[in-house]
């Protein structure tokens, strides 16, 4: 079977998120998972590559990437800049509109990565996503194209509610369209989203969904505090997906309290 890595909402800057450091959790989460699966296909980065979307951290996420041979497919999230990241990663596969959006076929699945990140122009302290009509019609397209594939569908924003208020407030403003588009298709389509910090899976309008926890900080479980603002120092995760002709996996390591190579034990069957 074939795999593909996927980190999401790396939110890389120079000083820390709730006393974390985020390039100190890339690199370990980073260095995990090229240590036990440096064969996969690729690096999905799942937006929210940086915390403020400047040309200096994305020139300190550059330094962290460099010298990984796998290739790299980025996406761009609500604290992400454009224009700041194409002035560092001058070579990112962008869609035809300058949006940084990418289809490809691995192993009988096509991969769609989607740029969610509602702007230009960005509406101030304004985290939620959007898709223009612009990258609809080239979902559309792109769904079309792979009309004898399913398919796995990557979006920084969630297409619906996961359950905490102040997050359930800035997902897609127009998951609604983004949902007729996938429920139209004929071939399953399962959604892979960042965005909460938790690991999250479940169905939204009969589609099926994962959402991967950053490298960094996550959400707290609390369903009552509406404030999109929440974090707390819980072990940070990659995702690793594991396909072949129909058959997908997803598994969510979290690498700092991961343990392998342990001896079986006979108490424990299953
Ligand atoms: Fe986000």
Redesign the pocket.
Known sequence: MKKLLAFT?LHIRASNIIGLDPVERFKEGLAHSLAHHSDAEGIVLM??LTHSGTVSEYELLKSLLMGIELPIIFMM???DRRDAFMQVFPDAVLDGNGFVQSKRNIGGWHFITLDSLDGPPYPDKQ?SGRLCDDRLTWLSDALRQASDKPVVLFI??PLGDVGFPGMDDIKLTNADDVLALINHHQMPVHVVA??VHRTISGMWSGVPYTIFKSPCHQQPLDFTIANSSLAVDEPGAYGLLIFDEGNLIIHSEDFGIAQRDIPPDPDVDG
Do not use: F
Request: charged share 20%; proline share 0%; hydrophobic share 0%.
């Open positions: 909402d937006g929210d999230g609500n604290h985290h920084h924003h960042g965005h």
